[in-house]
């Protein structure tokens, strides 16, 4: 089956950096767009960014753009998320999700998902 493990979250400072990782199996990763999507307290599932499976087209939520990298490397089933200048607004759980060859900006085009990783940023 499908499994997504995601590791990487902790507490920064504001202004400063992390960097998530989501370990795929059981799908051929290649053939996916993959997405990472965050979820705070009392607040909607709400989009961050995706990759298409090239690699070559990258998708950022407008809060996010200029301070977050996706990317992927599919010799290693794997997709990161770079996070830098980090905002205490930016807490959340994170959350990678497996698109499923839909729309990559809205939860609903995904249909798996990691069990999420938790980013705490304190100002």
């Known amino acids: 089956q499908v499994q997504l493990v995601e590791s990487g979250g902790g507490l920064v400072q504001a202004g400063g950096s992390l960097r998530l990782s989501c370990a795929a199996s059981g799908l051929t990763f290649s053939n996916h767009a993959m997405g990472w999507f965050r979820q705070a307290p009392g607040k909607e599932r709400e989009f961050v960014a995706a990759?298409?499976?090239?690699?070559?087209?990258?998708y950022y939520a407008d809060s996010v753009k200029g301070r977050f990298t996706i990317s992927r490397d599919n010799a290693k089933n794997t997709v990161y998320l770079q996070m830098n200048s980090l905002k205490p607004e930016d807490t959340a759980v994170y959350y990678c999700?497996?698109?499923?060859?839909?729309?990559?900006?809205?939860?609903?085009?995904?249909?798996?998902w990691g069990q999420g990783t938790q980013v705490t940023v304190s100002s």
């Open positions: 999700a497996v698109n499923k060859d839909s729309s990559v900006w809205y939860a609903s085009g995904y249909n798996y």
């Open positions: 990759i298409r499976w090239s690699a070559g087209t990258a």
